[in-house]
């Protein structure tokens, strides 16, 4: 299974900044499509924040459009998440998100995904 790696995260005063970043460790993955970022809460459910196709095609959820960028270096195999204009309900878990392909050993190509053990993002009042 892939290893992700993420890290930025921190303590920061509503309306700073944070930048996020992601790295896949392995080779498990023979190429990595999409990449995202979730979050969660204490006692909410994990939710999408911002998601980033291999071309580069980016979306986002709503909260945090305007504020959060996403980028990608498929070469590194690596992803950021830049927070701007941070708030307190912004205050969370964050965890990577990858999905791709990997060889079955047989000749075939299957699909699988990875978490992240997250990175605590904390913005005070």
């Known amino acids: 299974q892939e290893q992700l790696v993420e890290s930025g995260g921190g303590l920061v005063q509503a309306g700073g900044s944070l930048s996020l970043s992601c790295k896949a460790l392995?080779?498990?993955?023979?190429?990595?499509?999409?990449m995202a970022w979730y979050r969660q809460a204490p006692g909410k459910q994990r939710e999408f924040v911002a998601k980033?196709?291999?071309?580069?095609?980016?979306s986002y959820a709503t909260s945090v459009m305007g504020r959060f960028t996403v980028s990608r270096d498929n070469r590194q195999n690596m992803m950021f998440l830049q927070m701007n204009s941070l708030k307190p309900e912004d205050t969370a878990v964050y965890y990577c998100?990858?999905?791709?392909?990997?060889?079955?050993?047989?000749?075939?190509?299957?699909?699988?995904?990875?978490w992240g053990q997250g990175t605590q993002v904390t913005v005070s009042p």
């Open positions: 998100y990858v999905e791709g392909d990997y060889p079955d050993g047989e000749g075939d190509v299957e699909s699988a995904d990875a």
């Open positions: 980033i196709t291999r071309r580069g095609v980016s």
């Open positions: 392995g080779n498990f993955f023979s190429i990595i499509h999409n």
